[in-house]
């Protein structure tokens, strides 16, 4: 089982490596990270390097496709090579996924026309221009289109996948190896528990961090 995984200077590192140690549990499954040209890719932050070691022309059908997000998503809304092979690999997949930002990728290529999706909280709202349909649930199943909300959403989306790729009880078991058992500190996950302030607060260092992203990049 084939499972590609793009990268691009400016993803998000979790919204990979969640699902990828996920996933990379499955028997038979092989990951691949992916990218337009083949190379390390440097996460939004500039401070990790991951190594994609398939170009996108080499790897034209997996099975299953995961898009993760992250700051330079929006430098690539327009990159059609990128967006050429996810429509393509979208016509034989079995499962089209995002995690994040991701979602606008999938979104730009036409993958969610017409579809419920969802995306980190800030971005939420873009997804009406790709003519989704646009929920905050964390995750959102439509057919084939699977989409995670914010970065932490990706493990539980790429737990279902294992459970609707093989049994829930081989899920439970990648959970429980994983020990995927999430008691965070604070209860301020979502923008309807941290509040209007904080909401804002981070509003606007999100919008900084995408312009000295945009910079760097």
Known sequence: MDIAIPLYDGFTALDAVGPYDVLSRIPGADV???????????????MLAMTADHAIADVPSPEILVVPGGYGTRRLLGDEELLAWIR??????????????GALLLGAAGVLDGLDATTNW?????????GANPTSQRVV?????????GVSAGIDMALMLAAELVHDDLAKAIQLGIEYDPQPPYDCGSPEKAGPELVELLRGVMAAENEAAAARL
């Open 32 to 46: 691949k990270f992916v990218a337009v040209e083949a190379g390390p890719k440097r996460s939004e932050n500039g």
């Open 122 to 130: 800030a971005e939420l709202a873009s997804l009406a221009d790709f």
């Open 88 to 101: 393509g690999v979208h016509e034989t997949s079995t499962f089209t996924t995002s995690v994040c930002t």
């Open 141 to 149: 199943v439509q057919g084939k289109v699977i989409t995670a909300a």
